[in-house]
């Protein structure tokens, strides 16, 4: 018989970084949207964004998961994701078609994770490509920030550079990640066959 998981409760270091995280994003809207300190905005997002593995590491690796972290974790990323690239849009850093398909890849995903897990399936390994479109992404939109300029300035010579190599990478990880999300489906559905078949013997 598999041991159940000790909770061990709200106050852990892993949900203490989720709150400072989530806190940080009300200083980067600022930043982006009220602010001509764009470059350090974009930078804010990259940390917050590549730090979205250290309270999940670190809650396994301390022993300290906890159902609070299980469920604002997900929901941090969310909401920091989906701030992130609306204000990158809004601002005018990224056409809005970019951001909107990205908004509904997302979408896509929350719903089929919600949904799966209302309906009882079994857990879905997370797929190596879309650990590297969700990286390439998280790398695409801070810097489409940081090679902006507030007012629409003119662009530097290597903000051009730097912009043209961002789109490639962003433009990649959009396709990527949509491809990802189809190979998905098949996974998913036995999820919910194994999620169902598991409840059955119960």
Same mark, same amino acid.
């Given at each position: 018989?598999?041991?159940?998981?000790e909770?061990?409760?709200?106050?852990?270091?892993?949900?203490?970084?989720?709150l400072?995280?989530?806190?940080?994003?009300?200083?980067f809207?600022?930043?982006?949207?009220?602010?001509?300190?764009?470059?350090?905005?974009?930078?804010?997002?990259?940390?917050?964004?590549?730090?979205?593995?250290?309270?999940?590491?670190?809650?396994?690796?301390?022993?300290?998961?906890?159902?609070?972290?299980?469920? #604002?974790?997900?929901?941090?990323?969310?909401i +920091?994701?989906?701030?992130?690239? *609306?204000?990158? %849009? $809004?601002? =005018? /850093?990224?056409?809005?078609?970019f951001? #909107?398909?990205t908004?509904?890849?997302?979408? +896509?995903v929350?719903?089929?994770? *919600?949904g799966? %897990? $209302?309906? =009882? /399936?079994?857990?879905?390994?997370?797929?190596?490509?879309?650990?590297?479109?969700?990286?390439?992404?998280?790398?695409?939109?801070?810097?489409?920030?940081?090679?902006?300029?507030?007012?629409?300035?003119?662009l530097?010579?290597?903000?051009?550079?730097?912009?043209?190599?961002?789109?490639?990478?962003?433009?990649?990880?959009?396709?990527?990640?949509?491809?990802?999300?189809?190979?998905?489906?098949?996974?998913?559905?036995?999820?919910?066959?194994?999620?169902?078949?598991?409840?059955k013997?119960?």
């Amino acid at each position: 018989m598999v041991p159940l998981e000790e909770d061990a409760g709200w106050l852990t270091l892993p949900n203490a970084i989720t709150l400072v995280r989530l806190l940080s994003l009300p200083i980067f809207v600022w930043l982006a949207g009220f602010t001509n300190h764009w470059a350090l905005a974009g930078w804010l997002l990259g940390v917050i964004g590549s730090t979205d593995w250290v309270d999940g590491y670190l809650a396994r690796r301390l022993h300290q998961v906890s159902k609070v972290g299980k469920i #604002i974790d997900p929901a941090a990323d969310r909401i +920091l994701v989906m701030t992130g690239l *609306l204000t990158v %849009a $809004a601002v =005018g /850093a990224v056409p809005w078609w970019f951001a #909107i398909l990205t908004l509904v890849r997302e979408a +896509l995903v929350s719903g089929m994770t *919600l949904g799966l %897990a $209302a309906l =009882g /399936a079994a857990r879905i390994d997370v797929l190596w490509w879309g650990k590297v479109a969700s990286a390439a992404m998280m790398t695409a939109y801070p810097w489409f920030l940081i090679t902006s300029n507030p007012h629409h300035a003119p662009l530097r010579t290597w903000q051009h550079v730097v912009r043209d190599i961002d789109w490639a990478i962003g433009l990649m990880g959009l396709a990527l990640a949509y491809v990802v999300l189809a190979a998905y489906v098949r996974p998913a559905l036995n999820a919910l066959r194994t999620g169902r078949a598991a409840r059955k013997l119960l």
